[in-house]
Each structure stands twice: as structure tokens, then as C-alpha cells.
């Protein structure tokens, strides 16, 4: 069965700096992978996903995130945090053939200090 | 606003009640998700179902269903309620319900519920 491991459950970054959640995930085959954001009160928005190709994968708002195969991680970066990213991230991976199932991380909440 | 919606957003009620949570895809979508959000549990896939018939069981417990009907919006029914009922229950839809390459999950903005 697959699964997302999110290490950091709490971050703080001043804004303007440069930020990155990592994600480790187990999965046996080629995975699809996602990075979601949660603001508070709202739903799960995607900003990005990787199904093959480059592994270089870039999103909305400025993130980008790179697939690492050897080190079953999908880390999420942006180059300059704004206020405005504050808010929950969420990792989650996919299994091919037969369904939409998505496994998610536990979640990294995201603090921007001014 | 993703396209989903999702009623009520919030609920309270108390143990043993049943209550009835309700969801509308996107427009054109033929796959709706349920998804469990709790402080303890993190989110936890329910169930799918994609054009009215279920396609996949996650972690839905026995006192839960699901159906889809044929405007293929979703009800996700929860009985005998109890404390540890309380959640965000979310509701995610996709145009199609196969290999997740062939497009995202839309989340609606979720319902609340608040056994006491």
C-alpha cells in the first residue's frame, strides 16, 4: 500500500524567504504525485502534480517541486515566500488503474512571518 | 471556487443521530470522492464513485454509506453517530475515475460536523 511521510508537521519562514516541505512517499510502482494547499476555511487546492516526464515539476503561485526517484521524495520549493502562502500543504501520492484513490501526507503547516 | 459544493458546512448533533451530507460535482464531472478530515486521522479516503456505481473503499466504517445518484450528485450518509465522528468531511470530484493522470481532484469546501 502506498503512504506519505511528511516530516515537518510546523514551519515558520520570514517573507521573502525561500521555502521548502519535503515528502517522502513508499510506493511500489511509478507514482503520481501531488502537492495540495488548504487555506484555512477552505478546500484542498492542487498546485501541482507529477505523473512522468521531467522531474522538475512547476505549479501555480510560484512552487515547484522536484521528483526524486532514489530518494522517494517529492519536496515542494518556492524561491520567495509572501504572506499570502500561509496555510496547510499537503502531500499525497496516487495509484494508477482502477481508481482516483489519493493517500495524503499528514500535512505541513506553513507560518510567514513578516 | 473549484465547482464542488458541498452541504451543510456545518453540523451539530448528537450521538446516535444519522444525518445526511451532501455533495454536487463540478459540471461534467463523473467521479465523486469522500474524504474524512480529522485532527487525529489526518485525511482519509472514504470511498469513489464514478458514474453512479462505487469504484473503491477506503476507510469507511460500516455505519457510513455512500451512493451517487443520476444527476450524479453524492450523499454520504453517517448513523449512530459518535464522538469520534467529528470531522471535516470532504467531497472531491474528477471527470473521469481511473488512472489519476487523466485529471486532478476538485475539493469542495467541506462540511463540518459536530457530534456532542
Known amino acids: 500500500a502506498q503512504s506519505v511521510t511528511q516530516p515537518d508537521i510546523h514551519i515558520t519562514v520570514s517573507e521573502g524567504a525561500s521555502l521548502e516541505l519535503r515528502c517522502n512517499y513508499s510506493?511500489?510502482?511509478?507514482?503520481?504525485l501531488f502537492w495540495y494547499v488548504q487555506s484555512p476555511g477552505q478546500g484542498l487546492q492542487l498546485l501541482l502534480k507529477y505523473f512522468s516526464g521531467d522531474t522538475l515539476v512547476q505549479g501555480i503561485k510560484g512552487f515547484e517541486a522536484e521528483f526524486k526517484r532514489s530518494q522517494s521524495s517529492f519536496n515542494l520549493r518556492k524561491p520567495s515566500v509572501h504572506w499570502s502562502d500561509a496555510a496547510e500543504y499537503f502531500c499525497a501520492v496516487g495509484a494508477g488503474g482502477g481508481g482516483n484513490k489519493l493517500t495524503f501526507g499528514t500535512g505541513t503547516q506553513l507560518k510567514v512571518e513578516l | 471556487d473549484s465547482g464542488v459544493t458541498q452541504t451543510p458546512k456545518h453540523l451539530i448533533t448528537a450521538t446516535g443521530q444519522r444525518v445526511t451530507l451532501r455533495c454536487s460535482p463540478r459540471s461534467g464531472d463523473l467521479s465523486v470522492y469522500w474524504y474524512q478530515q480529522s485532527l487525529d486521522q489526518g485525511l482519509q479516503f472514504l470511498i469513489h464513485?464514478?458514474?453512479?456505481?462505487?469504484?473503491a473503499k477506503g476507510n469507511i466504517l460500516e455505519r457510513f454509506s455512500a451512493q451517487q445518484f443520476p444527476d450524479l450528485h453524492s450523499e454520504l450518509n453517517l448513523s449512530s453517530l459518535e464522538l469520534g465522528d467529528s470531522a471535516l468531511y470532504f467531497c472531491?470530484?474528477?471527470?473521469?475515475?481511473?488512472?489519476?493522470?487523466?485529471?486532478?481532484?476538485?475539493f469542495g469546501e467541506g462540511s463540518r460536523l459536530t457530534v456532542l
Open positions: 464513485y464514478y458514474n453512479g456505481e462505487e469504484r
Open positions: 472531491a470530484s474528477s471527470r473521469w475515475g481511473g488512472d489519476p493522470s487523466t485529471g486532478e481532484l476538485f
Open positions: 510506493y511500489g510502482a511509478t507514482p503520481y
